[in-house]
């Protein structure tokens, strides 16, 4: 099964509105998803091997701040997280479809 993490609704993320709020909620919420079931399977080394050290769900998560006002997050932060995390949730989706896709997320 292919790991969909960077998706229809990940493209959502760059319109900057209601929805990209809504579309970043639901990515953080499913990085947690896949970090867990990594993590019950393979432990917690792997887990931070695949999601970089939690830095996806981090970028992610600043990119939210971001559109809900924080003025600790610039737009150019905002920018730079979302590509971050674009690359690498498509690294983590390869690694995970390669070589953990007996974990089913």
Same mark, same amino acid.
């Given at each position: 099964?292919? *790991?969909?993490? %960077?998706? /229809?609704?990940? *493209?959502?993320?760059? #319109? $900057?509105? #209601?929805?990209? =709020?809504?579309?970043?909620?639901? =990515?953080?919420?499913?990085?947690?998803?896949?970090?867990?079931?990594? $993590?019950?399977?393979?432990? #917690? #080394?792997?887990? $931070?091997? %695949? +999601?970089?050290?939690?830095?996806?769900? /981090?970028?992610? *998560? $600043?990119? +939210?701040?971001? +559109?809900?006002?924080?003025?600790? %997050? @610039?737009?150019?932060?905002?920018?730079?997280?979302?590509?971050?995390? *674009? @690359?690498?949730?498509?690294?983590?989706?390869?690694?995970?479809?390669?070589? +953990?896709?007996?974990?089913?997320?």
């Amino acid at each position: 099964m292919k *790991t969909l993490i %960077v998706d /229809h609704s990940w *493209t959502k993320i760059i #319109e $900057r509105d #209601e929805f990209a =709020k809504i579309a970043l909620a639901a =990515k953080i919420d499913l990085i947690e998803e896949i970090e867990a079931a990594i $993590r019950a399977a393979e432990g #917690e #080394e792997a887990a $931070r091997n %695949v +999601l970089d050290d939690g830095l996806i769900k /981090h970028a992610l *998560t $600043r990119c +939210l701040e971001n +559109l809900q006002g924080s003025a600790s %997050v @610039t737009e150019q932060d905002f920018w730079v997280c979302y590509k971050f995390a *674009t @690359t690498a949730a498509e690294k983590a989706e390869r690694i995970i479809d390669e070589e +953990l896709s007996h974990i089913g997320s």
